[in-house]
């Protein structure tokens, strides 16, 4: 079994504390021999953790990209890196496995496709729903006419509300300047798996969304711009001390533990996160924000084999998860990620349960689609398997999001995706 050697650029969430940790799991398979991150604390944790030499690892990506490093480049940094990150692997020759979403823009999108047929590198976009086991299951029944022909689908991405608070209105993804807008950043794996169950490319898509809450003109009386100054801390449902400084202390303190993470150097402290509270984004008035993406948005799609779909995008929902529901001619069925289950209900019949906490339970994120999609990486290394979440595949599913988008700001006009418009 050929073991390939791994080189991670960005080492947070997904690079160190999901994907790194994920294939130290397999050393038959891979061996981590380099990491690149811009922040000290993560390139050392990772660094010791992996057992990466020293001299491997860097906090600049130009020293790191000065030359090729291993069989393998994993891209792990922001949004707004990933297109930049992945043509300087293409060009070392790297095969690379590259996150999600690669670009807001479609000729960036274009000139990754043909950087990789021009440098021949294989290339993995993490679209982990496509592995995880119950959207697979899905599909299979879908395949399998389990529902006679497929008609439409009704897609909600149910966002959460701490959520949506957290990640896209103080955090990385507030903002589409420097990030993406919302279709990419949250729905980009959605809208990917819509295609997938489609079995066919989009033909034409309309979108509409606004932001219409996180605003300041929707404030509380006498609100503060920091939640540790404001009189409404503890009762205001998105106050960040009681985000981030009581549930960390109702969950034991945890030292390596997301959200926390993502406000506090690992491992996670009181004093540090009590600072990032009073002092950093995290702990500003959700009111008072530098945000300017979306909190709703609905798209709707028609595919070039007829089949049609909505894709409602939610920040306002009590719960995280998606509940697809599929109409078929001999029935419906809907995969609910909260429920863990599929439900059928084929016309005339008794609806039957599917059961999905048992094969989604491998003891990783995102309904154990993280551990499958390094399995599936390993094939596509091999040459046994197009990922089946390739370059050419994800840029189909980008170019629905960018084109939602551009309907969104164009008051919900119909684009079409591969023809004049
Ligand atoms: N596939 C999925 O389901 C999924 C889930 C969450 C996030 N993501 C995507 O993964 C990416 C990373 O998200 P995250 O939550 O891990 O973020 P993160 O902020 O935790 O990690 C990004 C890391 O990149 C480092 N970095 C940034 N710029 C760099 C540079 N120029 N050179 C070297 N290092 C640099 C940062 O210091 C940070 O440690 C984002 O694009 C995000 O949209 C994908």
Request: glycine residues 8%; aromatic residues 10%.
């Amino acid at each position: 079994m050929k073991k390939y050697t791994v080189a991670i650029i960005g080492v947070g969430n997904r690079g160190g504390d999901v994907y790194g940790r994920l294939l130290m799991q397999f050393p038959e398979q891979f061996k981590i021999v380099s990491l690149c991150d811009a922040k000290e604390d993560r390139l050392s944790l990772f660094g010791d953790e992996f057992g990466v030499d020293p001299a491997l690892r860097f906090l600049s990506e130009e020293a790191f990209f000065a030359e090729k490093r291993a069989d393998l480049c994993v891209i792990a940094t922001q949004d707004r890196d990933h297109v930049r990150h992945a043509l300087a692997a293409f060009r070392l020759g790297y095969d690379i496995m590259t996150e999600k979403p690669l670009s807001d823009i479609a000729t960036e999108c274009e000139e990754l496709l043909a950087a990789q047929k021009k440098y021949g590198g294989k290339a993995l976009v993490c679209h982990v729903l496509r592995y995880a086991p119950a959207f697979v299951k899905m599909n299979e029944l879908l395949k399998s006419g389990a529902i006679g022909r497929l008609v439409s689908i009704d897609a909600t991405e149910r966002v959460a509300y701490w959520h949506q608070a957290h990640s896209y209105v103080r955090g990385n993804w507030r903002n589409r300047e420097s990030s993406t807008p919302m279709i990419l950043a949250k729905c980009c794996h959605d809208l990917d798996l819509l295609q997938y169950y489609a079995g066919a490319r989009c033909k034409s898509i309309s979108s509409v969304g606004d932001l219409t809450f996180f605003k300041k003109e929707n404030a509380p009386e006498g609100a503060a711009a920091r939640c540790v100054d404001c009189p409404h801390k503890d009762t205001c449902t998105y106050s960040a001390t009681s985000f981030y400084l009581d549930k960390w202390a109702e969950e034991g303190k945890p030292t390596d533990c997301w959200p926390y993470t993502v406000l506090a150097p690992v491992p996670v402290r009181e004093e540090a996160l009590v600072e990032a509270v009073k002092s950093g984004p995290y702990g500003r008035c959700v009111y008072f924000c530098d945000n300017n993406v979306v909190d709703h948005q609905i798209t709707q799609m028609t595919f070039e084999n007829g089949v049609k779909a909505t894709l409602t995008m939610m920040g306002f929902t009590s719960v995280m998860g998606r509940r697809i529901t599929f109409y078929g001619t001999a029935g419906e069925m809907t995969l609910d990620e909260k429920e863990h289950a599929i439900f059928v209900e084929r016309f005339g019949e008794e609806p039957q349960r599917i059961d999905t906490k048992i094969i989604e339970d491998n003891g990783y994120g995102h309904g154990g689609g993280d551990l499958c999609l390094v399995e599936g990486l390993y094939d596509m290394l091999e040459g046994k398997a197009t990922a089946e979440t390739s370059l050419e595949r994800s840029v189909e599913s980008h170019l629905m999001g960018i084109y939602a988008e551009e309907s969104r700001l164009a008051g919900g006009k119909l684009f079409y995706v591969h023809g004049e418009n």
